[in-house]
């Protein structure tokens, strides 16, 4: 089933998320204590005709040089980081888990 989600009301979701996550840590720095991950390549991610095929293995700090290539406001955003990202924020509700 199709719906919409309005990327406004995503980022200010997203904030507030990275507000609490900040408050429980009680710091604005997260250590990474476990870097590698199990993921499902894009491409089959959302594919739901057929089982998943063999999860590969994904590195959180590769995945943060990646994105935080933009924090350089000179760098130009490609939305594929947006995957990149996904896996750091799974961390974050690990990391901070209630």
Known sequence: MAFE????DLRRVVNRL????QD?????????EKDYYYQIPLKWRYEMGSAPRQPTIGSLHDDWEFCR???DPEKEPV?????ELAP??????FAVRE
């Open 5 to 8: 989600i309005d990327l406004r």
């Open 18 to 21: 990275l507000d609490h996550a």
């Open 24 to 32: 429980k840590l009680g710091s604005d720095v997260l250590v990474v």
């Open 69 to 71: 290539t933009l924090v």
């Open 79 to 83: 939305s594929l980081l947006l995957d």
């Open 88 to 93: 750091l924020l799974s961390y974050i509700a």
